[in-house]
């Protein structure tokens, strides 16, 4: 933050452009709106504070000379340290490998976030949006990028995306366009660590299931886990319906209580209708792995079908051939029950 640009001119420099810089990080680093404000009372009583003790700040620069020295600032000025903290855990013996899960990969997780929302202060960069009681809010939010690892108590966080209004854009910028821009800026540089992407985990909130992004993942080398609802890929829950699926069970104890982890899966499954579909074909892999259950219905893209289109497509005559339900003997359907149980 010292090589930070400065606007200021001629003898208003009181301030160094570190001290400016680590003043307002430290105000979000001790959750404390307030901490600057109480420093420099402990400083003018005591003639030392926590500020320089803890961040190393000379001087204690007041909020409004914060504002307005950094605001001009870029944070893609910041973008080296996160690398600089990735480099740093790979020099260290294991800093990294302790982050490792599933064969040796990293977790990414991807999510959005809000840093500030105002119905009376505002910017050119704001997204906005109306409330249900008319009201218009301004706010600023961005994709938060996280190395995590289940089982362990530390998180390393990596570059942010901001989401801001697009020139000549007809919509708002929005978190699934952001987190391609996100994988186009900084996936090529993590693809060396194996990434698994993680997106939102919070219930409904499948944003990050389109056949897009997941591409976009792909391309910037990486794998993916994403939520996905039976309301939004109907095609895979098509695949779902009525196969017969490998099942791990694990069971879980919490307290007195003992809950049971059911988890299923399906291989090769596209994520949208149509000749573009994803799929391999049989020759480049075997449909199934050695003890798992043949899956019915998986076949090369260019003869990807649904059931029911196929059905409808079929002449009057091939479709009264089929055996489905038939037409019951008697108007009170009472012989059909035991069939049809």
Not at 103 to 112: E, N, P, S
Not at 185 to 192: I, L, M
Not at 265 to 280: C, E, F, I, K, M
Request: net charge positive; hydrophobic share 35%; charged share 25%.
């Amino acid at each position: 933050m010292d090589r930070f640009p400065d606007k200021r001119r001629g003898a208003n420099t009181t301030y160094g452009m570190g001290d400016i810089g680590m003043a307002a990080f430290s105000v979000f680093f001790m959750q404390s709106p307030s901490f600057l404000a109480h420093q420099r009372q402990f400083e003018e009583a005591h003639r030392r504070s926590n500020c320089a003790s803890l961040f190393g700040i000379t001087k204690i620069p007041s909020d409004n000379h914060i504002r307005d020295v950094l605001d001009p600032a870029s944070p893609a000025l910041l973008h080296s340290a996160f690398a600089e903290t990735i480099a740093q855990l790979q020099r260290i013996d294991g800093g990294l490998d302790v982050f490792r899960r599933l064969d040796g990969r990293v977790l990414i997780a991807l999510d959005g976030t809000e840093y500030h929302c105002s119905r009376k202060i505002h910017c050119p960069h704001c997204s906005t949006r109306v409330r249900g009681n008319g009201g218009k809010e301004y706010y600023h939010s961005m994709l938060a990028a996280t190395q995590v690892a289940p089982g362990h108590d530390k998180v390393v966080p990596l570059d942010p995306e901001f989401v801001v209004p697009r020139d000549g854009a007809e919509k708002q910028d929005c978190e699934n366009g952001v987190a391609k821009r996100w994988l186009a800026t900084h996936g090529q540089r993590y693809a060396a660590l194996d990434p698994v992407y993680l997106g939102p985990v919070y219930f409904g909130d499948d944003l990050f299931s389109r056949q897009p992004l997941c591409q976009a993942v792909s391309d910037a080398g990486g794998h993916f886990i994403f939520v996905c609802k039976p309301s939004s890929h109907p095609l895979i829950q098509e695949y779902l319906t009525g196969a017969a699926l490998p099942v791990l069970e694990q069971t879980v104890r919490r307290g007195k209580q003992r809950f049971v982890h059911r988890y299923r899966w399906l291989r090769n499954v596209p994520l949208r209708d149509g000749p573009r579909a994803q799929l391999r074909t049989r020759e480049a892999e075997p449909r199934s792995h050695p003890g798992e259950p043949e899956l019915a219905g998986l076949r090369h893209a260019r003869r990807l079908r649904h059931r029911r289109r196929a059905l409808a497509q079929r002449t009057n005559q091939a479709r009264a051939s089929l055996q489905l339900l038939q037409q019951a003997r008697s108007d009170h359907h009472l012989p059909d029950l035991p069939v049809l149980g």
